[in-house]
């Protein structure tokens, strides 16, 4: 995710030198293993809680999805949006009931083409009891039918519908799904995904990962979108408006599919257009640094409606109006460091900005900006006469709930990179980021996952005092070697 830019002028300074380019500052997922019959208890109900302390209410115990298949009508006139998503999971204990995350109404469930009891548990949860328990281990398909007007609902003090009459996108972080398909909502239950909109005939609907084909049926269309990697519920996304749409590959090799709302005005539609089609070449430029791009697809989408935020929905992240082109590095680094490899828990939020962050400071360097080394000299320069104010305060290997998305998590979640690159150099730096997407490609990972590996490919041992100097100490590092930072003078 990256907020609206309101006051570049500073980073501006710290990465002059590229035209057109202004920049702000795993744990696979677990699976069911068959216990011994005879170890076994009675069945039990699923929680109907996850175990991540920020958003307890996400996602849910007992079960892990693997494949969700969402359909979803969405009526602009009225606001409604009606449903029915299949999803296939795997019981991780033997359950009397599991729960789902779903805000809107639901007429219906079934369980393996059974009729299914369900009630409401707290407007977030949705309870259901199959007619017969369901052993640990077995796959199991269930298939909810809903329907509600998602502008109505709000949850943990968020309400993230975003539209009008003639544009709709289902975009935000952390939570997302539940306003348009009931999903276990948390990061560490990854899925694949297959979606399905039914929008009027003249909107053009755009989703995540590749377009598998559109029927027209009268007055309405059936767009039909593909995810074959596994993918976080907040990721998933739809759109559907009126959109120029630009498609073709990238000088590697890889498809994209860009979209740009025509509401935008002309001459601003125009360079709204010039800057998302950058998507193919810094797309390329980050698989030649980071390795092998991670999906089938890339791209992205310009919404026409007023959105303050970018986001790195899975494969095609999306932007308002305001798109430049850092923050297009940004969102197309997350989908390494965020998406492919995601969080095993919010707090490790650090492993997803800190690192498009830095990326952008990367691709401004090798592109006419400022060195690496430079951007971080500036940085902390810029604070080190406040060393306890709170862009130094702030815990980022668990910065609380609600500060995963303060300023400190990038900008300085980006300098902590940066100055690992100094301490370890850069050829070792360059094999862990490489090493760190391969190994965790498609799952989930900590941040004591990744001081790990820095030790392993840095074969420097002991690296907690540069981790709990940048991440924890609740201060400014000191401008020493050790911290990465042998160069930075305080003004």
């Not at 009931?97 to 707290?122: E, H, N, Q, Y």
């Not at 400022?370 to 815990?395: G, H, I, K, N, Q």
């Not at 799952?443 to 981790?467: C, H, M, R, Y």
Request: charged share 20%.
């Amino acid at each position: 995710m990256r907020r609206l830019p309101a006051p570049l002028t500073l980073l501006l300074v710290l990465l002059v030198g590229l035209p057109g380019l202004a920049t702000m500052s795993g744990l696979p997922v677990a699976r069911a293993e068959q216990p011994d019959r005879s170890e076994r208890t009675a069945p039990g109900p699923g929680a109907a809680e996850g175990t991540d302390p920020y958003w307890p209410q996400d996602g849910n115990g007992g079960t892990d999805a693997q494949h969700y298949g969402v359909k979803v009508r969405y009526d602009f006139a009225s606001g409604m949006l009606t449903g029915r998503t299949a999803i296939t999971m795997t019981a991780t204990a033997d359950l009397s009931s599991l729960s789902l995350d779903l805000l809107l109404p639901t007429t219906s469930v079934r369980i393996d083409g059974r009729a299914a009891k369900f009630r409401r548990a707290g407007k977030h949860e949705l309870r259901v009891a199959p007619r017969q328990p369901i052993a640990a281990g077995a796959r199991f398909k269930v298939v909810v039918k809903y329907a509600g007007r998602p502008a109505r609902y709000g949850y943990a003090g968020e309400r993230n519908w975003l539209a009008n009459g003639t544009e709709v996108v289902a975009m935000n972080q952390p939570h997302m799904a539940p306003w348009w398909f009931p999903s276990n909502d948390h990061p560490s239950d990854k899925a694949t995904f297959d979606i399905r909109v039914t929008a009027p005939k003249g909107k053009q609907v755009v989703s995540n990962g590749v377009r598998a084909g559109r029927k027209v049926n009268g007055a309405l269309a059936t767009t039909r979108w593909r995810m074959t990697d596994p993918m976080a519920t907040y990721l998933a996304f739809f759109a559907a408006g009126p959109y120029l749409i630009d498609r073709g590959t990238t000088a590697a090799g890889i498809p994209f599919y860009n979209a740009v709302s025509k509401a935008i005005p002309g001459a601003e539609r125009r360079q709204v257009r010039r800057t998302l089609a950058r998507t193919a070449g810094i797309t390329d430029w980050l698989q030649a640094r980071l390795g092998p791009y991670p999906f089938a697809s890339t791209g992205g989408l310009v919404t026409g409606l007023d959105v303050g935020f970018a986001l790195e929905n899975q494969s095609r992240p999306t932007y308002g109006r305001w798109i430049y082109p850092g923050v297009v590095v940004h969102e197309l680094a997350h989908q390494w460091f965020g998406d492919s490899v995601a969080v095993q828990r919010w707090r490790d939020i650090w492993l997803n900005e800190g690192f498009a962050t830095y990326m952008e400071a990367e691709y401004a360097a090798a592109h006419g900006g400022v060195s690496v080394e430079t951007y971080l000299d500036r940085m902390w320069a810029r604070s080190c006469r406040t060393p306890t104010s709170e862009f130094w305060r702030l815990d980022l290997s668990n910065p609380g709930p609600a500060q995963i998305f303060a300023e400190p998590v990038y900008d300085r979640g980006a300098m902590v990179v940066a100055a690992l690159r100094n301490r370890i150099g850069a050829a070792a730096f360059d094999a862990l980021l490489r090493r760190w997407v391969a190994d965790h490609h498609d799952g989930n990972a900590t941040v004591e996952q990744f001081q790990a590996l820095a030790e392993t490919v840095s074969g420097q041992s002991d690296l907690d005092g540069f981790f709990d100097a940048w991440l924890r100490s609740g201060r400014a590092p000191e401008a020493t070697l050790a911290n990465g930072l042998g160069t930075a003078v305080c003004p």
